[in-house]
């Protein structure tokens, strides 16, 4: 029996040519994951388009509301992760995050990181979107009381998240690298020069 470069037998049985060809998929797939991650502005575009593709074949269709609410629901989910500490203050016994000035510095890490909040964003709405094409998912409901019931929770569960972020003196959000003034450092630093 011949045997390939690896040592592995050629023309094995379909189930390795069939494991080697998902990974090969699987590779491919990740290095064009792997080179979207510094591309945010342009990742965030194309989520939005998905989502108006979404909401224009909803509206089309008027079904499909109950799959509508799920996504909802986990977009929620979802928000409160990328908005929640990685360590829940709360239940948190060492280093917590620095609630005065004079505290060490310790940058906020988020619970779901911005590109995973993205893909998993990107994933649900494709999901969704491919279940709008089978009716078993259109299960008759009364919209306006979903569309209701949801704002009422986001509300809820965003006061309770505002007021953890009071409690714990946190935003999560920063706006780029702090930087100084190089006029101010120069004109405090010519005063202080010796004069002959």
Known sequence: ??????????????ASAVSRWTFEISRRYQHVLD?????????????????VIYAVRVYFVQGF??????LGIYLLNLLMG???????????????LPTRGSDEFRPFVRRLPEFKFWYSIVKAFSIAFVMT???VFDVP?????????WFTLFILTMKRQI??????KYVPFSFGKQRYDGNKAS??????????
């Open 163 to 168: 007021l953890h972020m009071i409690k714990y």
């Open 82 to 96: 990328f908005l929640s500490p990685q360590v829940d203050p709360e239940m948190q016994d060492g280093p917590s």
């Open 1 to 14: 029996m011949e045997t390939g470069p690896t040592g592995g037998a050629l023309g094995g049985d379909g």
């Open 141 to 149: 409901v009364f919209w306006p009381i979903l569309l209701f019931y």
């Open 35 to 51: 080179k979207t991650v510094p591309h945010i502005v342009w990742r965030w575009i194309g989520c939005l388009a998905l989502m």
């Open 65 to 70: 509301y109950i799959i509508t609410y799920g």
């Open 133 to 135: 094409f089978f009716s």
């Open 187 to 196: 004109s405090t630093e010519s005063t202080n020069l010796p004069r002959d």
